[in-house]
Nanobody
């Protein structure tokens, strides 16, 4: 059974930083991509950043401020978030894509940016 557990969310002032972690356990035969999504109230879940064998990709709104990375030895991915803005407030979800038809989601971690 695959488990995906996010941590690191919280309340931060605008301009501050947070680092999210996503720990993956269980048996996954191969991972195509690992990424972070976020969902603000009333909005759809949207891609924030993804890391795969071909590199990284970011949503335009976070490019230059957020950095996604992975530690294969710890089966963990991270999202370093700097220069946080009010509009970054959302629930952040970790996504592990095993194949086109198989993916896993974490339970989400709340990030709240205050003025």
């Amino acid at each position: 059974q695959v488990q995906v557990v996010e941590s690191g969310g919280g309340l931060v002032q605008a301009g501050g930083s947070l680092r999210l972690s996503c720990a993956v356990s269980g048996t996954i035969f191969s991972i195509n991509a690992m990424g972070w999504y976020r969902q603000a109230p009333g909005n759809e879940r949207k891609l924030v950043a993804v890391i795969s064998g071909v590199g990284t990709n970011y949503a335009g709104s976070v490019k230059g401020r957020f950095t996604i990375s992975r530690d294969n030895a710890k089966n963990t991915i991270y999202l370093q978030m700097n220069s946080l803005k009010l509009e970054d407030t959302a629930v952040y979800y970790c996504n592990i894509r095993e194949s086109a038809s198989s993916e896993y989601w974490g339970q989400g971690t709340q990030v709240t940016v205050s003025s």
